[in-house]
């Protein structure tokens, strides 16, 4: 691998000081105070333009607390712009953190009990900063603008498109995007490029069941919520061996179930939550069709009523035309020896709704090795030495593609 920065040394105490804080200082969901706060310190400290970006909706908040989320009205996006004129290149960095407890010790452990960036978010946040100064740097050299984009709400599966909602895309507008993933069990300084689809759509559903309680002994005098909420999970269940192709790698899970008290009383509720991934668009289509309409056979069929929480994220596509526009920005920085393509996802990601605006490519950086913790485990650690790649290939992906399609 090659450094195409002269100050490398510089940049990389930087962004290793930037993800130890994040480190320590974790938030979760839409809205993240500190975070934002501090990344706009840092825009700030470069001399970048920038300006907060999202809202939530009521219905939109509503709907996340009913599934067990904390109670949040904001989203609290970040962003920032260097250059000018067209055309535009978006990249983006997530910054939520999850709610897990770290097991690693370390002089940058989470302060914050319960709460830890086991998904990397904190490095990418870090990484796309150091990008920001090296654009900066070299502003005067830019054909066209970069819009950086810094958004909460990843792990929620929406927050980049509550940013994409309040203007995010346009003004100026977005033509192209680029992200990076880091996994911390992939080899590290290795970087995964695929074309087509990346992760899987996330297609989930909170069945809130109503029945007619009662006796035990009596049971032709209820509606049993429990016994509908036993016969959707089997329907659900068998709806995805009937109907889609085997081939397709479709799953379904039901997470959560819930109903009851004691044994002598048919419960009058029950709650069941089942959760869809899928990597194909058309069993994607058909299976959101025919979920709701199995949920709505099966709960009046034995006279129970119902309502439906939904949430979808739809999957991540790389473009292969822009992949291959990037490619060339891609080794040089990496070295081509280090370009893999370990393939699709198992997972979703809502880097998805860029995707499905303008021509994207997320890449997947190598921060660890095979059988280290991976994503989403309280022991995760990272190789912070990779992390001023992440940073070059932000920048180089940038300057070069401007270049290339500048008019």
Not at 38 to 56: A, N, S, T, W, Y
Not at 143 to 172: C, H, R
Not at 395 to 405: E, G, I, N, T, Y
Request: net charge negative; with cysteine.
């Amino acid at each position: 691998m090659t450094s195409t920065v002269e100050n490398s040394m510089t940049l990389e105490e930087q962004i290793i000081q930037d993800r130890r804080y994040l480190h320590q200082n974790p938030e979760l969901g839409f809205d993240l105070p500190n975070t934002q706060r501090f990344i706009q310190r840092r825009l700030d400290e470069i001399g970048i333009d920038h300006r907060p970006c999202g809202k939530v909706p009521d219905e939109v908040r509503k709907k996340y607390a009913r599934a067990g989320f904390a109670e949040q009205a904001n989203c609290t996006g970040v962003i920032a712009t260097i250059g000018s004129g067209s055309p535009c290149i978006l990249l983006r960095a997530d910054m939520d953190a999850l709610p897990i407890e770290e097991e690693v010790e370390s002089e940058f452990k989470s302060t914050k009990p319960g709460h830890m960036h086991a998904c990397g978010h904190d490095s990418h946040v870090a990484m796309l900063l150091g990008a920001a100064q090296i654009l900066k740097d070299q502003e005067a050299e830019l054909q066209g603008t970069v819009k950086l984009f810094f958004q909460p709400g990843e792990e929620w599966g929406y927050g980049s498109k509550l940013m994409i909602d309040d203007g995010a895309l346009e003004n100026p507008k977005v033509d192209a995007a680029f992200g990076i993933h880091i996994m911390p069990d992939q080899e590290a300084g290795t970087l995964s490029v695929t074309k087509g689809t990346i992760t899987q759509a996330m297609d989930s559903y909170i069945v809130d069941i109503k029945g007619y309680g009662g006796h035990s002994s009596q049971p032709h005098k209820t509606i049993d919520a429990n016994m509908i909420m036993n016969q959707l999970y089997t329907s659900l269940n068998l709806l995805m061996t009937r109907e889609s192709d085997p081939k397709q790698n479709v799953t379904f899970s039901v997470g959560s179930m819930s109903g009851g008290t004691v044994t002598n009383v048919i419960p009058e509720r029950a709650v069941l939550s089942g959760n869809m991934r899928s990597f194909d668009q058309a069993t994607r289509d058909h299976l959101c069709e025919r979920i709701p309409e199995m949920i709505d056979h099966v709960v009046k069929a034995w006279r129970g009523e119902y309502t439906i929480t939904e949430f979808h994220t739809p999957t991540t596509y790389n473009d292969p035309t822009f992949v291959d526009q990037i490619s060339g920005s891609l080794a040089t920085v990496m070295g081509s020896e280090n370009i893999v393509d370990l393939g699709a996802i198992n997972g979703s990601e809502d880097f998805s709704y860029i995707s499905q605006s303008v021509p994207s490519a997320f890449v997947i950086l190598g921060t660890g090795k095979e059988g280290e913790a991976p994503v989403h485990n309280p022991r995760m650690i990272q190789d912070e030495s990779i992390f001023k790649y992440g940073a070059e290939l932000h920048a180089k992906v940038a300057m070069d593609w401007l270049k290339s399609q500048h008019k």
